[in-house]
């Protein structure tokens, strides 16, 4: 997938699409597909890091080894490109449960 697609996916785990206009929410204000950010701001990205990792005990441990670990690790290094790729494999193994 490319980065729009990718963003698309995660504003839609966000709750926050709004597909008949074209238009997505964020931060009270609309944007356009290609104006999402959540691969290269930080601001953007942490909310939903947050939402990923609001019940972390209940996740399987297949998903905490995985895409949990590799999301900490991503801030821990603070390496957007690693956190954002590790919230998308969350996105995709929260999506095939």
Same mark, same amino acid.
């Given at each position: /997938?490319?980065? #729009?697609?990718?963003? =698309? #996916?995660? &504003?839609?785990?966000? #709750? =926050?699409?709004?597909?008949?206009?074209?238009? *997505?929410? *964020?931060?009270?204000?609309? *944007?356009?597909? *290609?104006?999402?950010?959540?691969?290269?701001?930080?601001?953007?990205? /942490?909310?939903?890091?947050?939402?990923? +990792?609001?019940?972390?005990?209940?996740?399987?441990?297949?998903?905490?080894? +995985? &895409?949990?670990?590799? %999301? $900490?690790?991503? %801030?821990?290094? #603070?390496?957007?490109? +690693? &956190? $954002?790729?590790?919230?998308?494999?969350?996105?995709?193994?929260?999506?095939?449960?």
């Amino acid at each position: /997938m490319n980065t #729009q697609e990718n963003n =698309k #996916q995660i &504003a839609e785990f966000m #709750q =926050k699409g709004s597909e008949g206009f074209g238009l *997505y929410d *964020y931060n009270c204000k609309h *944007y356009k597909l *290609y104006e999402l950010k959540f691969h290269e701001d930080w601001n953007w990205l /942490m909310p939903v890091i947050q939402k990923c +990792l609001i019940g972390e005990a209940e996740h399987s441990e297949d998903v905490s080894n +995985l &895409a949990i670990k590799n %999301i $900490y690790e991503g %801030i821990c290094n #603070q390496d957007i490109s +690693l &956190a $954002y790729e590790s919230v998308l494999k969350f996105i995709n193994q929260h999506k095939n449960k």
